[in-house]
């Protein structure tokens, strides 16, 4: 019981915290983007 | 005389040779068979093939201490010096163009950690302990040396059979995933076309590496031995200014510790170490591992697209498990099967990066909180 008490406490936190780390890398990349103006946006044509 | 004779025929290899010998040396050619005829992890699996017929060379002991595979092991491997010289190399290679292009990819990269934690509880179903089934689920991530790190650290006496099962089923990926991908998706989901990527400037791609570092040493310090080697890599690339410093991380470097990771490998893989009902199991879990990957990364896909206005193919999903880039092709040949003029390849390099830096993240939740 001890053994799956633990189990389920690893899979809670780690699996929460790979979504969690990586959202978070998202969000950063989308304030990045903004912050450095959009300079990667696609040239104009023409 | 008669006694010198048995002396001397004791004294050579041939007379100590074990059935589990020989096995080993049968799995040791299929290895390398499968590296040279079929081209599959050729770099690794020609080095691990061959560590495992010489370790299995009776009274050879290359793995005692002082010997020539003991020291690879015990300096490159117990010292955690080579997985993260690896990952050096990796980042070097490693365009981040595609998530910084698409951050949403980094969740598929996320949900394809999903086998990890799925093969983790078989595992312990099975009867291993915590850290062992640690060691066996992150063989899901797909990454040899996330897997080899992790497993030195948590359960040393498994890593001939997860470094083995990891690398087999990367080289498996075509073969394993295509089903899987047909089975979750419908014919009209796989032929969605996604929008061309954006470019991305010089600046985003140099904030990327340090950002993402930062991050994820901050939320997961345990993982930070890799992640910063790999961001290190990728700044080297990202730069501009020291090819040489990523040339040789790509090249030389990577080369030389690919050599000693591999026969090292091998070297643990000993009858005695390796031909027991575990190693069997271990190999099984691997299968569970990456299916539920593959599972986790398409299901996520399919969940974005309920509520996306741009829809996303959901095979991309499949591309979070971290084998780069071949899950990454897999996508691609499917994508083309069905619809010749659709290239769904760089759309699947954001969840496939995106799953390496997801699997050390997992990998490093797993050493802090089974340690």
Not at chain 1, 15 to 21: A, D, M, P, R
Not at chain 2, 117 to 138: D, H, M, Q
Request: charged share 10%; hydrophobic share 55%.
């Amino acid at each position: 019981m001890t053994v799956w008490s633990e189990a389920i406490k690893i899979f809670v936190f780690g699996f929460s915290s790979v979504f969690f780390v990586l959202g978070a890398l998202s969000l950063s990349l989308v304030l990045t983007r903004m912050l450095t103006g959009k300079s990667g946006a696609a040239p104009k044509k023409g | 005389m008669t006694d010198t004779l048995f002396s001397f025929i004791h004294s050579m290899g041939f007379y100590h040779l074990t059935v589990g010998n020989l096995i080993m040396w049968l799995i040791s050619f299929v290895l390398m068979f499968l590296a040279i005829r079929k081209g599959y992890e050729p770099l690794l699996l020609i080095p691990i093939g061959f560590g495992i017929f010489v370790v299995n060379l009776p009274l050879s002991n290359l793995m005692a201490d002082h010997q020539i595979l003991h020291i690879f092991y015990h300096y490159g491997l117990e010292w955690e010096l080579i997985p993260p010289i690896i990952f050096l190399g990796l980042g070097a290679m490693t365009d981040f163009g595609p998530v910084i292009a698409n951050p949403k990819t980094l969740l598929l990269g996320a949900a394809a950690q999903f086998g990890v934690y799925i093969a983790f509880f078989f595992a312990l179903g099975l009867g291993f302990t915590i850290p062992e089934a640690c060691s066996i689920g992150i063989i899901g991530g797909a990454d040899g040396p996330t897997t080899i790190f992790t497993t030195v650290a948590l359960a040393p006496h498994l890593l001939g059979a997860t470094a083995v099962a990891a690398y087999s089923y990367m080289a498996l990926v075509p073969v394993i995933q295509p089903p899987i991908i047909r089975m979750l998706t419908t014919k009209k989901e796989r032929l969605i076309r996604m929008k061309q990527l954006r470019p991305v400037s010089k600046r985003q791609k140099i904030i990327f590496p340090l950002v993402t570092c930062g991050l994820v040493c901050l939320f997961v310090p345990a993982s930070a031995a890799l992640m910063a080697m790999f961001m290190l890599g990728n700044f080297f690339r990202e730069s501009g200014v020291v090819e040489r410093l990523s040339g040789a991380a790509q090249n030389e470097l990577m080369n030389i510790v690919t050599i000693f990771l591999g026969i090292a490998v091998g070297g643990t893989m000993s009858a005695e170490a390796f031909l027991n009902p575990k190693a069997l199991m271990v190999f099984a879990m691997g299968l569970v591992a990456f299916s539920f990957s593959t599972i986790g990364g398409v299901l996520l896909a399919k969940i974005m697209n309920i509520f996306a206005k741009e829809k996303i193919n959901p095979m991309i999903g499949a591309a979070g498990v971290s084998a780069v880039p071949m899950a990454a092709r897999v996508v691609q040949k499917m994508g083309a099967a069905e619809d010749p003029r659709n290239f769904l390849l760089m759309h699947a390099m954001g969840p496939n990066v995106a799953g390496v830096i997801g699997t050390v993240v997992a990998a490093g939740m797993f050493l802090t909180m089974a340690h």
